[in-house]
């Protein structure tokens, strides 16, 4: 018995060397930079980073004239750790040392993502706190916790309103832009009141739900906040009425429209903006033959449902999310009174829930990519720019990887239990969970690399689920050194109105804006300033 067992131990470490060698024969490169071994390297990183903090001792606090979200649908820590990976590997290099746009915000906190009623949250009530400011039930978007899903009669006095709405009531252009369809969880938080997040239209909805008067999602979109400037993703099939083909997929009934109304909202939108500027888009071409100067609104729907992953897109066809952003942007800010725009890399989370990871990370990649965009369009002066997610995923990698290991690849071990290798990548649960003559699967007989492979889970489930941890949020810009510490989620919204003085905090404007006509203006004005200031 003891001889097998040190068999074992001797087969385990001679199949754990030879991964081993595979993994840093392929590489062809250092286990680290050179210039590591250097003390002076580290220290000299150090000091310049430590004085980027000194300069950082006084805030920003000017007025922020636009306000940027960008929502990484299921970004948790990990996630975003691996994307950075993912992102300097991807450029050649080892990729743990490279910095994510996100990761150059001066400002870092953590936001606490539970719904009212549950503790691992949904992405309906978690929008809805980051949006609307009040932390909500799962399942239900821009209604307050006293609404119930699915019950029609409770939605009406529940009603709140977002950010995006009270910075339209400020006279300030507003966009949406979402990887997934417009009428999803994160987006329509934003404009929409509904107690069930899948009343996508009125397809969707239960007899007695419409009996009651209660909108589908499409429609409130078109309804609640008729004038918002710039609308991009999917959800075509969602404006459309029943059995109506698809302009890209005519011969799927599939991407059919869905409406029992018998209403084309995408027709009724073109109608209404004819004579406003307004353009409607559905593929890349017609995005980029947009003249962002002389355009005020603009609708875009690049697919029936949700866009495709960005690993799978057209690159002719299909316009990428830093292209939406890019258009989003030079439209909106040429309103003086500045702009609000939500920005959702909405299909981390589905990449996540189908256990592919893979699609997850690129996801998330791109979005870093139209963060980075973003910057360079907008001032930091000006410009408000958080980056947050709504919740993480069980989700995560580890195995003891060596530096530079390939983000997808192996760990350099086998199991001391069942003597075979594993992904650094896995999932606590979900679809990769399987069994090949009821043991773990050997993934060095598959292709781990492929775009959709499926990572390993501890739990079978045909959808991984979303994790109940804190996740985090970047700041930059006017008052973004409020975004601190550890905080309910529902705190961002009335942050960034704050600092773009909307909403129900505009108290303190006045009084900044005061001080800066006095500072600048001659004595008598000042006091003149001042006198009418206090009579008010």
Not at 62 to 73: E, R, T
Not at 211 to 233: S, Y
Not at 354 to 369: F, S
Not at 389 to 394: G, M, R, T, Y
Request: aromatic share 8%.
């Amino acid at each position: 018995m003891f001889g097998r067992r040190s068999s074992e131990i001797r087969m385990t470490k001679v199949i754990t060397l030879i991964l081993l060698c595979l993994v840093w024969g392929g590489l062809g490169k250092p286990q680290f930079p050179e210039q590591e071994k250097d003390p002076v390297f580290w220290n000299s990183w150090a000091q310049r980073t430590l004085k980027n903090a000194l300069n950082l001792q006084e805030p920003n606090k000017n007025v922020a004239k636009n306000l940027i979200l960008f929502l990484g649908d299921g970004m948790g820590v990990p996630t975003v750790t691996a994307a950075r990976i993912l992102k300097g590997q991807l450029s050649g290099q080892y990729g743990e040392e490279i910095q994510l746009e996100m990761d150059k915000f001066p400002y870092v906190s953590l936001s606490k993502t539970y719904n009212t009623n549950a503790q691992v949250p949904d992405s309906a009530g978690t929008a809805t706190a980051y949006l609307c400011g009040v932390k909500a039930n799962e399942g239900t978007v821009g209604v307050s916790a006293a609404a119930v899903r699915g019950q029609c009669n409770t939605t009406q006095g529940n009603e709140v309103t977002s950010i995006l709405k009270w910075a339209k009531d400020a006279g300030k252009s507003v966009g949406i832009v979402t990887t997934t369809r417009v009428n999803h969880a994160t987006p329509s938080a934003a404009y929409a009141h509904c107690v069930d997040r899948d009343w996508y239209s009125d397809g969707e909805m239960p007899p007695e739900a419409l009996q009651d008067g209660c909108k589908d999602i499409a429609r409130q979109l078109m309804e609640n906040i008729p004038d918002i400037n710039v609308i991009m993703g999917g959800g075509r099939k969602y404006m459309l009425p029943k059995n109506t083909s698809d302009v890209e997929y005519p011969g799927e009934k599939k991407h059919s429209g869905t409406r029992k109304d018998g209403r084309n909202l995408i027709q009724e939108w073109i109608d209404r903006m004819k004579d406003k500027k307004g353009y409607y888009v559905w593929n890349k071409q017609e995005l980029l033959s947009v003249n962002p100067s002389i355009a005020d609104y603009l609708l875009g729907l690049f697919e029936p449902g949700d866009l495709t992953y960005d690993l799978d897109r057209d690159r002719s066809t299909d316009p990428s999310l830093t292209e939406m952003v890019e258009v989003a942007i030079k439209i909106l800010r040429k309103n003086p009174e500045g702009f609000y725009l939500l920005v959702e890399g909405g299909r981390i989370d589905h990449g996540h829930h189908e256990g592919k990871a893979k699609q997850a990370l690129h996801e998330a990649v791109e979005m870093d990519r139209a963060i980075g965009r973003a910057g360079l369009l907008t001032s930091i002066h000006d410009t408000l720019t958080v980056v947050t997610a709504d919740h993480s995923h069980v989700f995560n990698f580890g195995g003891y990887t060596m530096r530079g290991n390939s983000i997808f690849g192996l760990a350099p071990m086998v199991s001391d239990v069942d003597q075979k290798p594993f992904t650094s990548i896995l999932y606590g649960n979900g679809p990769g969970f399987k069994l090949v003559n009821g043991s773990r699967v050997n993934v060095s007989t598959v292709d781990y690399q492929q775009n959709d492979y499926q990572a390993q889970a501890a739990v079978p489930l045909r959808m991984e689920t979303h994790g109940g941890e804190d996740v985090a949020v970047f700041a930059k810009g006017p008052m973004a050194h409020l975004l601190h510490g550890v905080q309910e989620q529902n705190y961002i919204p009335h942050v960034m109105a704050y600092a773009a003085c909307v909403g129900q905090n505009k108290a303190h404007c006045r009084s900044r804006n005061s001080a800066t006509s006095i500072a600048i203006a001659p004595p008598s004005l000042a006091l003149i300033i001042t006198a009418t200031w206090l009579l008010c």
